[in-house]
């Protein structure tokens, strides 16, 4: 685990891949993993429309796929089931949008690491009581680096991942100012390109956000 937090850190970029068919989601990574990229979250469905076994299936093609060269984890994780799926899965990082307890512990119990979503400095520290080793702020557009910021000075004990409305605009601010790393999705994760099977290009975009990060 705490070669995972190492990489997470000095990686810096885990890619959101929400609703992908099966079928596309190795040749996607595929194209992700050529352009640099080393971890990657596939996200759970909140409505049910897809089966949380369907979504543990597809990590578990990933992780065996990408064993010991990509790190897979799971994102949208809202129930202690999702976690235990997640391990059996392979996955090695459990993501939520919210900061619930029982989801934090059970991550921590089987030897995860945490990112539970919070924005809030109750919500933050609470969530780092619990045993989250990084902090998912979100939605980060809607708050932006000055509110990063804020949040850092008091709260410097603990690392932080902005999620929602990261681009390679404003990377660098957040960047200098102290995040420990981002979660990205549709900038890099281009549905056109996925369904024109254009992952020549999906290794570019991985390679320009690669490039923010490395220089």
Same mark, same amino acid.
């Given at each position: 685990?705490k070669?995972?937090i190492k990489?997470?850190?000095?990686?810096?970029?885990?890619?959101?891949?929400?609703?992908v068919d099966?079928n596309?989601l190795?040749?996607?990574?595929e194209?992700?993993?050529?352009?640099?990229?080393k971890l990657?979250?596939?996200? @759970?469905?909140?409505? /049910?429309? #897809?089966s949380? &076994?369907e979504?543990?299936?597809?990590? !578990?093609a990933?992780a065996?796929? =990408?064993?010991g060269?990509? @790190?897979?984890?799971? /994102?949208? #994780?809202?129930? &202690?089931?999702?976690?235990?799926?997640t !391990?059996?899965?392979?996955?090695t =990082?459990?993501?939520s949008p919210?900061a619930?307890?029982?989801?934090i512990?059970?991550?921590?119990?089987?030897?995860?690491?945490?990112?539970?979503g919070?924005?809030?400095?109750?919500?933050?520290?609470?969530?780092?009581?619990?045993?989250?080793d990084?902090?998912?702020?979100?939605p980060?557009?809607n708050f932006?680096?000055?509110?990063?910021k804020?949040?850092?000075?008091?709260?410097s004990?603990?690392?932080?991942?902005a999620?929602?409305?990261v681009?390679?605009?404003?990377m660098?601010?957040?960047l200098?100012?102290?995040?420990?790393?981002?979660?990205?999705g549709s900038?890099?994760?281009?549905?056109?390109?996925?369904?024109?099977?254009?992952?020549?290009?999906?290794?570019?975009?991985?390679?320009?956000y690669?490039?923010?990060?490395?220089?």
């Amino acid at each position: 685990m705490k070669d995972l937090i190492k990489t997470i850190e000095e990686e810096k970029i885990i890619v959101i891949v929400r609703g992908v068919d099966s079928n596309k989601l190795i040749p996607l990574a595929e194209a992700m993993y050529k352009g640099g990229i080393k971890l990657l979250e596939v996200t @759970y469905s909140a409505n /049910g429309k #897809v089966s949380d &076994e369907e979504t543990a299936q597809n990590i !578990k093609a990933l992780a065996d796929h =990408f064993k010991g060269k990509m @790190y897979i984890g799971a /994102g949208t #994780v809202l129930t &202690e089931k999702q976690v235990e799926l997640t !391990k059996q899965a392979g996955g090695t =990082f459990i993501i939520s949008p919210d900061a619930y307890e029982n989801v934090i512990k059970k991550t921590k119990e089987l030897g995860l690491v945490s990112m539970p979503g919070a924005i809030t400095p109750t919500e933050i520290q609470n969530a780092h009581r619990c045993g989250a080793d990084f902090i998912k702020l979100f939605p980060m557009s809607n708050f932006g680096v000055s509110y990063f910021k804020a949040i850092k000075a008091p709260l410097s004990h603990i690392k932080f991942m902005a999620v929602g409305g990261v681009d390679e605009n404003n990377m660098s601010e957040y960047l200098n100012a102290g995040i420990s790393g981002f979660g990205i999705g549709s900038n890099i994760v281009k549905k056109d390109m996925i369904d024109n099977c254009d992952y020549e290009n999906i290794t570019k975009l991985a390679e320009k956000y690669v490039s923010i990060i490395k220089n």
